[in-house]
T-cell receptor, first 113, second 112 residues
Framework: DTEVTQTPKHLVMGMTNKKSLKCEQH?????MYWYKQKAKKPPELMFV???????INESVPSRFSPECPNSSLLNLHLHALQPEDSALYLC????????????FGDGTRLSIL | GQQVMQIPQYQHVQEGEDFTTYCNSS?????IQWYKQRPGGHPVFLIQ?????EVKKQKRLTFQFGEAKKNSSLHITATQTTDVGTYFC????????????FGQGTTLQVKP
């Protein structure tokens, strides 16, 4: 069982749609992350939130918009995505600070038509 | 920026054989983490190494951190079909960012 819950598990959307990915954790972690993972590749960091504030944006296109409403929730708002954005989107959490193990959710498998 | 190279990319073994994956960096690493991702699954944290020359064991898995802190290895003794998956090393870049840089991963297939 994963302690980081992501919804939905699968999402198919058109290029003009707006959708959101959700992530929730109840481990008291104050750092949360979004990663993008393409097939047969390692996870690529997109965003880091620390104490509900955005601390890292890895030059992600503005069609991806993260939000951290509280210490347990992390959202990723999607708008006008491109076919190359099809991937597995992973959320992770950890205690704050560097050098901490990260706990990953099962991910949302996103397909852009 | 810092990079970590991981080899081999793929490894096919017969059940019962040993398996090793290696991570190498051109710069000194502050620490290294290892994750396992089963097919269709998500990365799961295995271990973190921080000390020069450190060796840690988890049942059939042995993790090593090089003396110069520029390389690390994961060795599995007597593989089982449950060991199938992709093993990633990941460098925590330090500071307070929590940023991880993943190696390319080694995908292990085990033939029963």
């Amino acid at each position: 069982d994963t302690e980081v819950t992501q919804t939905p598990k699968h999402l198919v959307m058109g290029m003009t749609n707006k959708k959101s990915l959700k992530c929730e954790q109840h481990m008291g972690h104050r750092a949360m992350y979004w990663y993008k993972q393409k097939a047969k590749k390692p996870p690529e960091l997109m965003f880091v939130y620390s104490y509900e504030k955005l601390s890292i944006n890895e030059s992600v296109p503005s069609r991806f918009s993260p939000e951290c409403p509280n210490s347990s929730l992390l959202n990723l708002h999607l708008h006008a995505l491109q076919p190359e954005d099809s991937a597995l989107y992973l959320c992770a959490s950890s205690p704050p600070g560097g050098n901490q193990p990260q706990h990953f959710g099962d991910g949302t498998r996103l397909s852009i038509l | 920026g810092q990079q970590v190279m991981q080899i081999p990319q793929y490894q096919h073994v017969q059940e019962g054989e040993d398996f090793t994956t290696y991570c190498n960096s051109s710069t000194t690493l502050s620490n290294i983490q290892w994750y396992k991702q089963r097919p269709g699954g998500h990365p799961v944290f295995l271990i973190q190494l921080v000390k020069s020359g450190e060796v840690k064991k988890q049942k059939r898995l042995t993790f090593q951190f090089g003396e110069a802190k520029k390389n690390s290895s994961l060795h599995i003794t007597a593989t089982q079909t449950t060991d199938v998956g992709t093993y990633f090393c990941a460098l925590a870049t330090g500071g307070n960012t929590g940023k991880l840089i993943f190696g390319q991963g080694t995908t292990l297939q085990v033939k029963p």
